[in-house]
Each structure stands twice: as C-alpha cells, then as structure tokens.
C-alpha cells in the first residue's frame, strides 16, 4: 500500500462512525445528521486528503526555488464544492462499502478539475475564481515583484504548467488510493473517456462564438461534454464501476448522470448571466462579458422577434459593453422567454433523473443522497 493510501486509511477508517471529532469521524455513512451536513464533512475529508497529497508532492517545486508557485497551487485546491469527489464516492456507495482507500480515489478527481480550472481561468482570461485572484494573475504578480520582464506572459504559462502537475498528480493518486488494481482496472475505461470528453470540449468551447450565432443544440452538445458528462455522470460511473455494479446499473447511473449534469450546467448558464460575484465567483454577467455562446445567450436569439435580434446582435459586436449595456442584455433575455425556457429545461432533467433513480438496484440511503445531490445540483449548490 502506498505511503498516501496508508495515511488516508489511518485517517478514515472507512468512513464508518467512530469516537472523535475529526471531520472523517464525523462523516458516518449513512447520513446521521442530514445529507447537507453530510456533504459538507465529506468536503472536509475530501480537501484534507487533497492537500496532504499536494503539500507531499510540491517538495518538487521546492526543491526547484519554485516555492510561491506551491504555495499558491496549495491554496487553491484547498476549496472548492468537491462535486465530483461526492458523485464518484456515492457511485461507489452503489455497489461496495463506505472506504477510505475509495475516498482517495474520488478526492483525486479535485485535482483533475483543478487543472481543468487553472487551464479554463488562462484560456477565458478570467482575472478572478472563487472570489479571488486567478492563479495565473497571482503567479504574474510574484514574477513582477521580482523585478522580471514578460510577467503575464509568466502568469500564463507557469498556471498551465501546474494544471499539467495536477493532472499528472489526479492520475497517481488514484492510481495509489489503495483501491485493489482489479477494481481500477474497471474504471480506467470510463476516466479516460471522461478526460477526453473534458479536453475535446475545452477545445469546442474554445472554437465556438455567440456571434457566430450557433444552435442551441450545438451549445448543449459542447456544454455535456465540457461539463456535464465531467462533472457527473462520468465520476459517477467511475466510482460504481470500481465498486463492482453490472452493466445495467451502469447504465441507469449513467442516465441519471447525464440529466444532473446538464441541469446543473443549464443552471451555471443562468448564473454566468443572473448571477452575482457572491455566487458565482467571478464578475458580475461574465458570459455576456466574454460573449460566449451558451444555452441562456442563444435561446434568447432564437425566441426573439426581427427587432429584438437585431437589438442582441448589436450587443453581441459591442466591443465594449458598460453596465447599461450588460443591463439592456440581461433585460432582453427575460423579455424573450429564454430564462422561462432554460428553467423548465432544467426542471425537466432533474425530474428525468429521480424517476432514473427510482428504477434501480440500490440501497435507500444512497437513493436518497443521490436524490437530494440532483437537486443541489440544480439550484447550484452552494
């Protein structure tokens, strides 16, 4: 068993109730304290085991005079919703027993979408996450107060390095939960798909314009395999197939996974338009900001009457849009039934995903969890 496998073990005793305090202790399956406080001691587990492995493996960049760039790595992979971590921990819930070599599994996946994070915040030129500096604006910063020439173009490329990092680091930690390789052997398959479906759809995303006035179907194709497939359905698979579960539950997770996860980035939709930096974490109408096509911005241009597109189109070219503009924006989608449409899209998915759920061979505690989960993830969990 490897060194990171053994600690996490000796912290997490499988997660099952025990004398103590600690968050692992406190994070008992199933629920005793409501599936909120559950989630949220299990984020705690989560983040812990994530930033015992990082701080173990940023002695590279020490080692290397690159010690702010650990520091400011370490900070940020210590927050975060933990989404896909929870998805893969309950997908291995289906069919296998709480574990703490299986939580290590599932919290690797925080560093895989720390990297799909840093890598986002470079390619959107995004100066904030989470409320804070972007950590390529953060490693700009530290080259400047060097003295050094080229600092943005530094910031760039050193926040992309250490998104390679934690995508190298995602792979080893799974590799070395301390889950028996007979039961990765099952889950590689669907891990590779879910990296590839992410980096396939960063490049469409990339690729694709609101004014170049694309589908609402295009818009979604791009958003499922960029987001939804990557934040649940995949994780979920993951984890129920290194649990064991047959073909058909694997299949039926995989369904439930798919509407969750496009309700949950029909409703980032939303907020990328509606949402206040409190919630979401970046500037206030960002989507509109960088004129990016989703599924809110496009409904709006495909329900609007003759002068209304014209109206959107001109907004869609302004090179620079004010806060009256970006309020004139916001006003025209209400007024074309597009939040109306996106809303009953999302109501329509989550409830696709509890009737999926009621079908399957599970316990009543994880159909439960996974219930209220999907309807977390709808509202945007906080």
């Not at 900070?75 to 291995?92: A, D, H, P, Q």
């Not at 100066?127 to 943005?152: F, I, T």
């Not at 949402?275 to 599924?295: F, H, I, M, V, Y």
């Amino acid at each position: 068993m490897s060194a990171v496998a053994s600690v996490t073990e000796a912290r997490a005793l499988s997660l099952a109730p025990a004398a103590g305090s600690s968050p692992m202790q406190r994070c008992s399956w199933p629920p005793a304290a409501g599936h909120a406080a559950w989630r949220s001691e299990f984020r705690s587990a989560v983040l812990d085991v994530v930033g015992e492995f990082v701080q173990a493996r940023s002695t590279e960049l020490v080692l290397a005079g690159l010690d702010e760039a650990g520091e400011i790595l370490a900070e940020f992979v210590s927050g975060g919703k933990c989404l896909r971590s929870t998805f893969m921990y309950l997908g291995w819930l289906c069919g296998a027993p709480p574990s703490g070599a299986a939580l290590t599994a599932a919290a690797s996946l925080e560093l895989l979408h720390a990297f799909a994070l840093l890598q986002d915040d470079v390619m959107d030129d995004s100066d904030e996450r989470r409320g804070r500096p972007a950590v390529h604006v953060r490693l700009e910063q530290w080259h400047r107060g060097r003295g050094l020439s080229g600092s943005r173009r530094f910031g760039e490329s050193a926040a992309i390095l250490l998104g390679d990092l934690c995508l190298i680091w995602a792979e080893q930690m799974l590799r070395e939960s301390g889950v028996e390789p007979r039961r990765l052997q099952g889950a590689w398959p669907r891990y590779d798909a879910m990296r590839t479906e992410l980096a396939v759809g960063q490049f469409a995303d990339l690729a694709i314009d609101v004014r170049g006035l694309p589908s609402l179907e295009a818009v979604l194709d791009v958003a499922r395999r960029k987001s939804g497939n990557y934040t649940v359905r995949r994780p979920l698979e993951i984890g129920a197939a290194m649990a064991g579960c047959a073909d058909p539950l694997l299949m039926q997770l995989g369904r439930y996974g798919a509407a969750v996860g496009e309700a949950f980035q029909l409703r980032d939709d939303l907020l990328g338009v509606f949402g206040s930096p409190a919630t979401t974490g970046k500037p206030n109408s960002g989507d509109l900001l960088e004129r990016k096509a989703t599924s809110v911005v496009v409904s709006a241009y495909e329900l609007a009457d003759a002068p209304t597109r014209r109206e959107l189109t001109a907004l869609m070219h302004s090179e620079e849009l004010d806060e009256a503009a970006l309020e004139r924006w916001r006003m025209l989608i209400i007024a074309t039934g597009a939040l109306e449409r996106i809303e009953d899209m999302v109501a329509f998915r989550l409830a696709s995903a509890r009737k999926y759920l009621a079908d399957m061979p599970i316990t009543d505690p994880v159909r439960a969890a996974l219930s209220d989960l999907a309807a977390a993830c709808g509202v945007r969990w906080q």
